[in-house]
């Protein structure tokens, strides 16, 4: 438990918060933004080392064994997760296979390791070295986990596939989904501020000064990329599907009409709202922060900072088709009979996602408050 207040700066807004004792599951929430601060948990940190373990011994579990199959006119198919990357990297989708690893398997494994890491130590009452260095590093690279991601990505491909041939689950797609479940259990009881406080009672946040050149500029030049990136990504085929030595190319939104006229109209509104209209929404409404910022308004700051949250929480999950093609291509390769191959707006969709996530990072929300601030205290322009 906390023992004494403890003040620290909104990261959202800059507004300096006393943060007092807390108990079970009470949280300190910023005045000014409404953003969460801190949440205490009793036991945090045992409860976070068991489930972080759970995690990791599940998560080597779904690599050795059959992860799915597939079979069609008495040919069979099946794939594990690491052979799955090994056939991107045979269809020359290194970049394809490599991103899947990391975000899928490489940061998920190193978030829980790390976790340990500073856990384990503190347990028994020692100081990990270079605590503060693995804090910032975990937290930086947490929006990068992609793992419950991926698995909706697998239950998509295989509705798209289902009524063309027989699918098996192995034995690694159910340890992969107790994974993923007990990884998510985990990072609810990860809380930065508690961590912190864990490693130095005394330690004070450190917080970056405010640049807005910079992070205008980086902002602007993120979302150009983005929207150049977007064009080939929607144009061109982000698979090709081969049966009996007839190529089908299809587009994103041309797999959402094909699933909407298979019927399966949940799954294709998830794919439009994915792979379609969050990757425009959240373009359109950074391009609106960041000149809101550029031009200095000093209005709506609570509706700016809602939709800038909204922005940065669901641009992940635009890699939802990525992930579905990169299964499919893994999947279903049986020769001249039936097989996928994945088409260059792949790569092109993929930079979109990557570009506007950082694009997200880069934009510094404390600028919404920052021209107002700087007027109340009379400073000069910077």
């Known amino acids: ?123 028994l009452g020692l100081r990990p070295k270079k605590a503060s260095w693995v804090v910032k590093t975990l937290f930086n690279l947490l929006p990068w986990t992609m793992a419950e991601i991926f698995l909706i990505g697998v239950l998509v491909s295989l509705i798209k596939i289902v009524s063309m041939a027989d699918i098996g689950l192995g034995l690694s797609f159910f340890a992969f989904l107790l994974f993923t479940i007990f990884m998510t259990i985990t990072l609810l009881y990860v809380d930065k501020y508690q961590l912190t406080l864990l490693i130095d009672s005394e330690a004070e946040e450190e917080h970056k000064p405010i640049n807005p050149a910079h992070s205008i500029q980086t ?15 929607n144009i061109l085929p982000i698979m090709h599907t081969n049966i009996l030595g007839s190529d089908e190319p299809s587009t994103i939104f041309g797999g959402v009409i094909l699933l909407w006229k298979m019927g399966s109209y949940p799954i294709a509104v998830v794919i439009f709202v994915a792979s379609v209209f969050v990757p425009v929404a959240k373009i359109v409404i950074l391009c609106w922060l960041n000149y809101s910022v550029q031009a200095k308004q ?18 992940r999950w635009s890699m939802i088709d990525v992930f579905v093609v990169a299964v499919l291509v893994s999947l279903i390769q049986l020769g001249n009979i039936m097989s996928i191959l994945p088409g260059h707006a792949a790569l092109a969709f993929c930079g979109v996602v990557i570009c506007t996530m950082l694009a997200a990072m880069s934009f510094d929300s404390r600028l919404i408050w920052h021209e107002t601030e700087r007027q109340r205290s009379g400073e000069k322009p910077v």
């Open 1 to 123: 438990m906390i023992i004494k207040p403890h003040s620290m700066l909104c990261h959202e807004c800059h507004f300096s918060v006393k943060i007092p004792p807390l108990t079970h599951k009470q949280a300190a929430v910023c005045p000014r933004c409404g953003l969460q601060l801190t949440v205490y948990h009793h036991n945090a940190s045992q409860r976070i080392i068991a489930l972080a373990t759970t995690s990791l011994i599940f998560l080597l579990a779904s690599l050795p064994f059959e992860f799915l199959s597939f079979s069609a006119s008495g040919q069979y198919q099946s794939i594990d997760i690491l052979g799955s990357l090994w056939t991107l990297v045979e269809k020359d989708y290194a970049v394809l296979a490599l991103v899947q690893a990391i975000v899928v398997l490489i940061l998920p494994a190193f978030v829980l390791m790390s976790l340990l890491y500073l856990l384990v130590p503190l347990q």
């Open 219 to 233: 902002t602007w030049a993120l979302l150009l990329t983005s929207i150049l990136l977007y064009i080939p990504a």
């Open 298 to 315: 000093q209005h709506a700051h609570s509706e700016r900072i809602y939709w800038y949250r909204i922005t940065e929480f669901v641009g």
